[in-house]
């Protein structure tokens, strides 16, 4: 039975069996080979985890390939996959000299993505990701928020409504900002494990994809890295993620828009997965343009190695 070699890295972090687990599989060299899409998704279901990757044989030293999967299906982008592998290729895959690959981009369905080293002693990497932005012109209401999360009604005056934002089509995002580390201890998985309607609440032409659902506390003083850091949790129907970087992306854009100045440059920090007892430290560095639009989103992270092994491939 033909087998594939496999690592699984915890990505947005420097200890094992925290930050956001990853599966990366790589593809047979042999063209004929090749796994189908079907087979892919069933290892993906086989490793269960929220992301696999499948790396594609080499046939540019400078660029790599990846497939990223989810238990529903392929992503065209997806912010802990896109770091995983960048620390993988920058930090971690050793050449035939010893000295890992350099590498300089991903190229995913979504596009080529710019990756480099930010901080070679901790394996921190930096991805330029893809951006297309929008605020939509919805907002999203108290009592639907309400209706998943029945725990925050404490918190929220009666007429509060919370915005809606896509980093990308098909990448959209509910922003819900909490005044304590106390209120976002009381976030719970959504009722009936339901999820926002995208045709209800999105702009006409921006109506596919998932929106999640992002809870943040601003200013929190972190004792780990002693910075001021956004606190965050995200809740997509039953799921909690530990680690979301397209969402810590978008949240970093969002803010930069509505409160930047045209020309700056905007670091923010997010601590995701405390809750979950599987902290990740995410950075996005977003830049503005001189008319205050979005000129680059950077996401950075790290990454370290848990497991390695062979895994069949699926006779299907």
């Given amino acids: 039975m033909t087998q594939l070699s496999f690592i699984t890295l915890d990505v947005f972090t420097t200890k094992p069996f925290s930050g956001n687990p990853l599966a990366v599989v790589f593809l047979p060299e ?18 269960n985890l929220s992301e696999t990757i499948f790396v594609h044989p080499v046939t540019d030293p400078k660029k790599r390939t990846i497939d990223i999967f989810t238990i529903e299906g392929e992503l065209p982008f997806a912010g802990h996959p896109t770091i995983g592998a960048a ?11 010893g000295i ?33 932005t929008h605020i939509h012109a919805n907002r999203y209401p108290l009592s639907d928020l309400l209706y998943l999360h029945p725990t925050l009604k ?9 915005p809606l934002f896509s980093i990308v089509n098909g990448m959209s995002q509910v922003f819900i900002e909490l005044p304590t580390l106390e209120a976002l ?31 943040f506390v601003r200013d929190v003083d972190d004792d780990v890295t002693g910075k001021k850091v956004i606190r965050t949790r995200m809740m997509l129907g039953a799921l909690e993620d530990p ?43 977003v830049k503005l343009d001189g008319e205050g639009g979005i000129k680059e989103v950077e996401l950075t992270g790290s990454a370290v190695r848990v497991s390695e092994g062979r895994i069949a491939v699926p006779m299907v």
């Fill in 185 to 215: 201890s009381a976030v719970s998985r959504a009722t009936g494990g339901d999820l926002v309607s995208v045709t209800q609440h999105l702009d006409s032409g921006w109506q596919s994809g998932l929106i999640c659902v992002y809870f």
């Fill in 243 to 285: 680690a979301t970087g397209s969402s810590a992306s978008g949240l970093a854009a969002w803010l930069a828009l509505t409160e930047g100045k045209g020309g700056e440059e905007i670091r923010s920090y997010f601590v995701q997965g405390v809750e979950m007892g599987r902290r990740s430290d995410i950075g996005v560095n």
């Fill in 100 to 132: 890992a690959e350099q590498v300089t981009s991903l190229i995913t369905k979504s596009g080529e993505i710019p990756i480099s080293i930010q901080d070679a002693s901790t394996g921190t990497v930096a991805a330029k990701i893809a951006h297309n």
């Fill in 30 to 47: 042999d063209p004929t080979h090749q796994l189908t899409q079907r087979q892919k998704h069933i290892l993906t279901l086989e490793f």
């Fill in 154 to 162: 404490p918190y929220f005056p009666a007429d509060t409504t919370f």
């Fill in 87 to 97: 620390n993988w290729f920058l930090c971690q895959s050793p050449s035939e000299n």
